[in-house]
Structure formats: structure tokens, C-alpha cells
């Protein structure tokens, strides 16, 4: 798959299924938010090590699989294709993982500043693009 369509830049982009929309429709942004999203997260999951860099590598595939339904506005690819769904049961993976990690953190008492090492860092910034995707 080439990285270029070749279909010039008449200021629209094509959806899954071939439909064209402008390039600033939201559906655009949206899974530019997303794809953005899973870039962070990538930084964060190549500074990270062990269970934490797993757990970011799956939230990269599901965030695939979201951007992938954003650009298939027919929902054709996640009717034939189970990786381009999220399910209940990947939500509750993820819900697991978080409730495992706050449990041996101090309880929040005030706004952290992020940084405090490139990974945490990164994860704070992954967090921003996060919220607004």
C-alpha cells in the first residue's frame, strides 16, 4: 500500500467504500485525532518497558480499529472484519488495567504537572490528544 493516492488535492479525501467528503469534515478530524492519538502513544510505548508497553501496543491496535470505522462511514470493513471492532470486552481490559495502576498510586490531591520524565511525559501528552479525539 502506497503512502500517496495520486488523486490530487482538490481539498477532499477519500473514505473506505470511495465516497470523497472535504477535508475538514469531522469525520476527517475525528479520525485524524485518533490517528494522532495513536502516534503519542506510540512515542509513550517506545520509551515504556514490560506490561506497560503491551498495554500500550493493544490501546494502539484499538485505536486502529476505531480510526478504521471513523473512515467507513458504510460500515462495510467492520462488518467483515472483527479487528476493525472494539468490544465490551476490550473497554473492560482497558478499564482493568487503569483501576490496577490508580490502585498503587497515592490518591489524587491536586492537578499533576506533567513531566516529571519523558515517559510521563509522553503519557500526559497522550492523555490531551486523547480527550480532544
Given at each position: 500500500?502506497?503512502?500517496?493516492?495520486?488523486?490530487?488535492?482538490?481539498?477532499?479525501?477519500?473514505?473506505?467504500?470511495?465516497?470523497?467528503?472535504?477535508?475538514?469534515?469531522?469525520?476527517?478530524?475525528?479520525?485524524?485525532?485518533?490517528?494522532?492519538?495513536?502516534?503519542?502513544?506510540?512515542?509513550?510505548?517506545?520509551?515504556?518497558?514490560?506490561?506497560?508497553?503491551?498495554?500500550?501496543?493493544?490501546?494502539?491496535?484499538?485505536?486502529?480499529?476505531?480510526?478504521?470505522?471513523?473512515?467507513?462511514?458504510?460500515h462495510?470493513?467492520?462488518?467483515?472484519?472483527?479487528?476493525a471492532?472494539?468490544?465490551?470486552?476490550?473497554?473492560?481490559?482497558?478499564?482493568?488495567?487503569?483501576?490496577?495502576?490508580?490502585?498503587?498510586?497515592?490518591?489524587?490531591?491536586?492537578?499533576?504537572?506533567?513531566?516529571?520524565?519523558?515517559?510521563?511525559?509522553?503519557?500526559?501528552?497522550?492523555r490531551?490528544?486523547?480527550?480532544?479525539?
Amino acid at each position: 500500500m502506497k503512502i500517496y493516492t495520486k488523486t490530487g488535492d482538490s481539498g477532499t479525501t477519500g473514505l473506505l467504500g470511495g465516497a470523497r467528503v472535504p477535508k475538514d469534515d469531522p469525520r476527517v478530524a475525528a479520525y485524524g485525532d485518533v490517528d494522532e492519538a495513536n502516534a503519542v502513544i506510540g512515542s509513550a510505548a517506545a520509551l515504556a518497558a514490560g506490561p506497560l508497553a503491551k498495554l500500550l501496543s493493544g490501546i494502539q491496535k484499538d485505536l486502529f480499529a476505531i480510526g478504521a470505522r471513523l473512515a467507513d462511514p458504510t460500515h462495510a470493513v467492520a462488518s467483515r472484519r472483527a479487528k476493525a471492532a472494539v468490544t465490551n470486552a476490550q473497554v473492560r481490559r482497558l478499564e482493568k488495567a487503569i483501576d490496577a495502576r490508580e490502585r498503587e498510586l497515592p490518591p489524587l490531591r491536586a492537578f499533576v504537572l506533567p513531566g516529571g520524565s519523558p515517559l510521563g511525559a509522553t503519557l500526559h501528552q497522550a492523555r490531551t490528544v486523547v480527550r480532544r479525539a
